[in-house]
């Protein structure tokens, strides 16, 4: 997003975080003689800059700040919607929907976007269950996570049970054709879906009455899994290099794994 507003922005965010003009250089190994000159750049620069020199002289810095700032950007917009909903009626929490993993592109950067919204529903690519379970514990937030119900029904009673197991408070079924029209023209549901009404009514029994519950959070392993998003930028940028000239052909099947 290069919009003039969007670019005053930028160079008033890289003021704050670097002070003077001089330590940003110093950084990026520049030589702007203003943070009013400063330009985002695209990957492809950062890439030409990135394949002549060792890996230990490599500096990616205009790249990855761009990209930093573009997830902070999208976070405090989020936010800003946060409030603005949560003005029109303050008991409902505000939050959004289709949030995927984590990656160089895209916004989804947890760390931010757990401090933006009340709750959000991630699919579930890259740990983003993980992620959000740790950000969101104490206090909890409600977590959604999306399904195919297109699958066979054991899958389907598998998966509901699942997200219920690890701390989702609800669940939202993407079946293909869930709703049909009767001979009389009526609207019903569709037989996959309606076969799932028991397992529904389970799931949302006594069941879950714990982990529904705003005041329970889970127990955390003494084990920890270090979250860095700026890692995740970096790493990209290193597998997109070796790709070399075919690095647009990468799939987002490659960041999930």
Known sequence: DTHPASLAWYRKWLAHRYGTIAKLNAAWATDFTSFEAI??????????????????????????????????????????????????????????????????????????????????????????????????????????????????????????????????????????????????GQRELAPKIARLAPVFREVQGRASEFILNPDSYLDADPIGIYYSHPSIRAGWAMDCVTHGGSWPNRLTSMDDD
């Not at 998966?159 to 049909?180: C, D, F, S, V, Y």
């Open 39 to 184: 330009q985002p750049v695209g990957f492809d620069h950062a890439r030409q800059a990135a394949t002549g020199a060792p890996f230990s002289q490599w500096n990616l810095s205009q790249w990855l700040e761009w990209r930093h700032f573009m997830d902070y950007q999208f976070a405090q917009v989020l936010a800003d919607l946060t409030r603005f909903t949560n003005g029109l009626d303050p008991s409902i929490p505000a939050g959004f929907v289709g949030a995927q993993q984590p990656s160089a592109y895209g916004g989804f950067d947890y760390a931010l976007l757990a401090r933006a919204v009340q709750w959000m529903e991630a699919s579930d690519f890259g740990g983003t269950n993980e992620i959000l379970r740790s950000l969101w514990n104490r206090p909890r937030r409600p977590q959604v996570q999306t399904y195919d119900a297109r699958l066979p029904h054991k899958t389907n009673v598998w998966t509901l049970w699942h997200r219920l197991a690890h701390g989702n408070q609800a669940a939202i079924a993407w079946p293909e054709g869930w709703m049909k029209d009767d001979a009389a």
